[in-house]
């Protein structure tokens, strides 16, 4: 079983890295058309494209991670957790429009902690991806604070937002595959499921506290496994 669960990720892995390379030749074949367009109402045919390049990247970027996120072995090193953010944070402004957010990001970090590196990512890009999307348009401020405090045992990863919050009925089944807590039509329903998937590999835990029409936030305890 263990021998298939790691064929089937590394046939995942593999899967998804041939997929991005023609899907970005038409990214940048539509870009450089749109460069070069003298007919406005052309367009919405390439903003389209584009459109449908970005979800389909953002899915196989999913993919990715949750090859991340459920292999078994864990590659343990040092982490920076500033280094980390730093790097996360412009692939976040890259990727979304946040201009309109407060983001609050504090890091205490004053002892050495080692984890695994990618799982890490992982659980950062998922928390931080879900609380953009699940921002709630009906408030005048949007906010996200993310707080790390490391010390010598363990490392608290706390993400916090005022979105539109997720209801105490989905509570218990917001971490299983596939579940959207809401009926919103964005995310693919795997997000929270590999955050909880890579927590758990590093034997962590996870909590949630959530009030609907508040805000949510998680908590992501891991031990320090050096």
Known sequence: LKKLHTEMNQFVYSLSHELRGPLMSISGVSKLAKMELRDPESWEYFDMIDSATGKLDDFIHKMLDFYRSTKIDNKVSEISFKEILDQQLEAYK???DINHIQIDIQINQAYPFFSDD???RVIFNNLFSNSVQF??????ENKISLIVEVTEPEATITLSD??????????????????????KNVGTGLGLYMVKEAVEQMG????????FGEGASFKVTLPNMK
């Open 135 to 140: 921002q709630n348009s009906d408030k005048s």
């Open 94 to 96: 890259a990727k979304f």
């Open 118 to 120: 990618s799982k890490i």
């Open 162 to 183: 005022n979105g539109i919050g997720i209801e105490e009925k989905h509570h218990p089944d917001v971490f299983n595959l596939f579940t959207r807590a809401t009926q």
């Open 204 to 211: 962590g835990k996870i909590d949630l506290e959530s009030v």
